[in-house]
């Protein structure tokens, strides 16, 4: 008797014939592209994977239960604690912390790395997270985070004092990135270094399924993203882009957007293109966004998908990290935007223009009256 061949995996509501694929047998057939990389890789994401479906449903009834609200203890940044905060770092912790080949975590909410089977050497990852960024904005109803860095370890001890070198490894030695954004729906964007890739989260099945293949960043877009109250404080590269993206100077005048949840505001710009800015200021000036577990994930991703991503000075995955929350400036997203960021911070480093278009001299005055402490950030 002939046997028939199972067709493509239905789902309940949705049409047939498009075949599914889950973000585990993506990684499947991706660890087979990446050296050295085997199934510990994919059976390691799955932690996060299972951590961020605990934190998405959890998040999905934050309304309705007792859960926001602060916990009462200061985190390592000096924030208070969210509730759900805690909870999302202490999903990340326990579902990686169970995979063997993690050797080390390093977390938003913890000011040391925390040590993974007692660095173990057949423990071969680093994984350093954000677990809710922009948690601020959950009581208002507003998208949220969770933001993943993966390094490779170097060293075959880790004790202590290598704890922390084995984290402040520059970005171009990620070995994969990517976010969880829980929006109006929740969207699973990572790049294992083969091109960006984006799953969204099917309730109906509860698997994050391939929605979003080879994503690509636009060459340019309409909009830029920045909190508009720093640009009066900002260095005077960041005013003059602003306002040449006002009038119109790269062809379009561009609109603005800005959510203030770093992965909400960043998912827009890689799906539309465009430009996030966020600049050093007086009360700020090292930036505001953390390195290791914002702006590196996020410059991985948009690198590997056509775009850029700077502090001002140099390239976001060049920078080499010297403390594990250590803050930067972060201007990121197409590459028409950027560049036109960086000649704008070369005409304020060679001071040849104002803000406001007054002489080169004048320029320099203008910059070192608003921003004295900021000049050394300038390329
Ligand atoms: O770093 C936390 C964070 O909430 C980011 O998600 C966001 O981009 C930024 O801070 C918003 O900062 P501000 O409220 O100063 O605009």
Same mark, same amino acid.
């Given at each position: 008797?002939?046997?028939?061949?199972?067709?493509?995996?239905?789902?309940?509501?949705?049409?047939?014939?498009?075949?599914?694929?889950?973000?585990?047998q993506?990684?499947?057939?991706?660890?087979?592209?990446?050296?050295?990389?085997s199934?510990? /890789? @994919?059976?390691?994401?799955?932690?996060?994977?299972?951590?961020?479906? +605990?934190?998405?449903?959890?998040?999905?009834?934050?309304?309705?239960?007792?859960?926001?609200?602060?916990?009462? =203890? &200061?985190?390592? =940044?000096?924030?208070?604690?969210?509730?759900?905060?805690?909870?999302?770092?202490?999903?990340?912790?326990h579902?990686?912390?169970? $995979?063997?080949?993690?050797?080390?975590?390093?977390?938003?909410?913890?000011?040391?790395?925390?040590?993974a089977?007692?660095?173990?050497?057949?423990?071969k990852?680093?994984?350093? /997270?954000?677990?809710?960024?922009?948690?601020?904005?959950?009581?208002?109803?507003?998208?949220?985070?969770?933001?993943?860095? &993966?390094?490779? $370890?170097?060293?075959?001890?880790?004790?202590?004092?290598?704890?922390?070198?084995?984290?402040?490894?520059?970005?171009?030695?990620?070995?994969?990135?990517?976010?969880v954004?829980?929006?109006? @729906?929740?969207?699973?964007?990572?790049?294992?270094?083969?091109?960006?890739?984006g799953?969204? +989260?099917?309730p109906?099945?509860?698997?994050?399924?391939?929605?979003?293949p080879? +994503?690509? &960043?636009?060459?340019?877009?309409? /909009?830029?993203?920045?909190?508009?109250?720093?640009?009066?404080?900002?260095?005077?590269?960041?005013?003059? /882009?602003?306002? =040449?993206?006002?009038?119109?100077?790269?062809?379009?005048?561009?609109?603005?957007?800005?959510?203030?949840?770093? &992965?909400?505001?960043?998912?827009r710009t890689?799906?539309?293109?465009?430009?996030?800015?966020?600049?050093?200021?007086?009360?700020?000036?090292?930036?505001?966004l953390?390195?290791?577990?914002?702006?590196?994930?996020?410059?991985?991703?948009?690198?590997?998908?056509?775009?850029?991503?700077?502090?001002?000075? $140099?390239?976001i995955?060049?920078v =080499?990290?010297?403390?594990?929350?250590?803050?930067?400036?972060?201007?990121?997203?197409?590459?028409?935007?950027?560049?036109?960021?960086?000649?704008?911070?070369?005409?304020?480093h060679?001071?040849?223009?104002?803000?406001?278009? $007054?002489?080169a001299?004048?320029?320099?005055?203008?910059?070192?009256?608003?921003? %004295? %402490?900021?000049?050394?950030?300038?390329?």
């Amino acid at each position: 008797m002939a046997v028939s061949i199972p067709g493509p995996v239905e789902r309940p509501g949705v049409a047939m014939h498009a075949p599914i694929v889950t973000v585990q047998q993506h990684l499947l057939r991706e660890q087979r592209r990446i050296s050295g990389v085997s199934g510990e /890789f @994919s059976w390691l994401v799955s932690g996060i994977t299972l951590a961020t479906k +605990l934190i998405e449903a959890k998040l999905r009834r934050a309304g309705l239960s007792d859960i926001i609200g602060v916990a009462g =203890q &200061i985190n390592v =940044q000096g924030e208070i604690q969210e509730k759900l905060d805690v909870y999302a770092n202490d999903m990340l912790l326990h579902a990686l912390g169970v $995979r063997e080949s993690v050797a080390m975590m390093a977390s938003e909410e913890n000011q040391h790395p925390v040590l993974a089977h007692g660095g173990s050497p057949h423990a071969k990852y680093i994984v350093i /997270f954000d677990p809710l960024d922009g948690s601020s904005n959950i009581d208002v109803g507003v998208s949220v985070g969770t933001i993943f860095s &993966i390094l490779r $370890r170097t060293s075959e001890h880790l004790e202590s004092d290598v704890c922390a070198s084995e984290v402040l490894q520059c970005g171009l030695r990620q070995v994969a990135a990517g976010y969880v954004l829980y929006g109006s @729906s929740t969207v699973l964007v990572y790049s294992a270094g083969n091109g960006v890739h984006g799953f969204t +989260l099917d309730p109906a099945i509860g698997a994050y399924v391939l929605s979003h293949p080879e +994503l690509r &960043i636009p060459d340019r877009g309409k /909009f830029y993203s920045m909190n508009e109250a720093n640009l009066d404080r900002a260095p005077v590269e960041y005013q003059n /882009f602003v306002g =040449q993206l006002r009038r119109g100077d790269l062809g379009v005048r561009y609109g603005s957007r800005y959510i203030g949840s770093l &992965i909400a505001d960043f998912h827009r710009t890689l799906i539309k293109g465009g430009v996030f800015l966020y600049p050093p200021t007086p009360d700020q000036p090292a930036g505001k966004l953390r390195l290791l577990y914002e702006a590196n994930p996020v410059a991985f991703l948009v690198e590997q998908a056509g775009g850029m991503a700077t502090d001002g000075r $140099r390239r976001i995955l060049e920078v =080499q990290p010297k403390s594990i929350h250590q803050r930067t400036p972060l201007v990121v997203g197409s590459k028409t935007e950027v560049e036109a960021f960086l000649a704008c911070v070369d005409q304020a480093h060679a001071g040849n223009v104002a803000s406001d278009g $007054r002489s080169a001299v004048n320029a320099a005055q203008l910059d070192l009256s608003i921003h %004295p %402490p900021l000049q050394e950030l300038s390329r």
